[in-house]
C-alpha cells in the first residue's frame, strides 16, 4: 500500500476535515428540527449536536487541541451548561 | 503540573482567553435567564419562536463557521510566510462577517415589518438582547480581521482570529437555544 495513506494529516487538513464537520453537524440540526419525533429528543438532540461543534471549534479552531487539560476543562464547562439548559427545556 | 505551566500551555494570547470565558459568562448566563424566564410561558415563548426566520439563521451558522475556517487557515498561512494568501483569507473571512451582518438585518427588517418590537413579548426583549449584542460582536470582529490582514503580524493575526472563533463559539450555543428550542 502506498506510504500516503499512513501519513498523518496535515494541519491545513485537519482545519478542512473541521470545518466539514461543523458543515454535517449544523445540517444534522436542521434535519434534526424535521423529524417526526417527540419535541424533547429533538431538544437534547439539537443541544448534543451544539455541543459537538462548540468542541470543533474549540479543539481546532481555537487550537486547544494543543492543551488536552484545557480542552477537558471547556468541555465540562459547556457540557454542564448544555445539561442546565436541557432540564430548564425539560421542566 | 504547576499552574504556570497549565497557563503557558494556553494557545495565543492569554487575555483574549480571559475575554473569551467571560463573553462565554455572560452570553450563559443571558440563554439561562431566557430559559427561565420561558418557564413562565412556554405556549406563548414557542409562539413567539414561530415567527423567527430559522433558515436564514441557519444559513448564518453555515456563513460564521466558513469564516472561522478562512481566520483559521490564515494564521497558518501566515506562519509558512504565505502573506497574500493570508490577507486574503482575513479578507473574505471579514466579507463573510458582513453576509452575516445583511442575513441579520434582514431578519430584523422582517421583524419591524411584522411590527414585532423588544416590546411584543419577554420572548422578544432577550431575542434583540442577545442576538443584537452578538451582532455588535460581528461587526467589531470585522473591523479586527480587517486591521489585522493590515497589520498582518502573526501574533496580530493569531489574536484576531481568537476574538473571531469566540464571536462563532457564542453563535453556536446561541443559535439553538433562541432559535430551536420551542
Partial sequence: ??????????????????WAGLIALSLASALLTL??????PVGGGILLLALFKARVILARYL????????????????????????????V | MSDASLIDELPGELLMWVLIVSELLVFGAGLTAFMGVRLTDPAGFAEAQSHLYRTGAALNTGVLVTSGFLAARALRWRHAARRGAAR?????????GVVFLIIKGAE????????????????????????????????????????????????????????WHMVDLVWILLFPVIYLLG
Fill in chain 1, 1 to 18: 500500500m502506498p506510504r500516503f495513506f499512513f501519513a498523518r494529516p496535515t494541519q491545513a487538513d485537519r482545519l478542512t476535515r473541521a
Fill in chain 2, 88 to 96: 486574503l483569507a482575513l479578507i473574505g473571512a471579514a466579507l463573510l
Fill in chain 1, 35 to 40: 423529524m417526526p419525533v417527540g419535541s424533547r
Fill in chain 2, 108 to 163: 430584523y427588517a422582517g421583524k419591524a415589518a411584522q411590527g414585532i418590537s423588544y416590546e411584543t413579548h419577554p420572548f422578544f426583549l432577550f431575542y434583540y438582547l442577545l442576538t443584537g449584542f452578538h451582532a455588535a460582536h460581528v461587526l467589531a470582529g470585522v473591523a479586527i480581521l480587517l486591521l489585522v490582514a493590515w497589520r498582518d503580524d502573526p501574533r496580530n493575526i493569531e489574536a484576531g482570529g481568537q476574538f
Fill in chain 1, 63 to 90: 487550537d486547544l487541541e494543543r492543551s488536552p487539560a484545557w480542552l477537558r476543562g471547556f468541555t465540562l464547562v459547556l457540557s454542564t451548561f448544555a445539561a442546565l439548559i436541557f432540564a430548564l427545556y425539560l
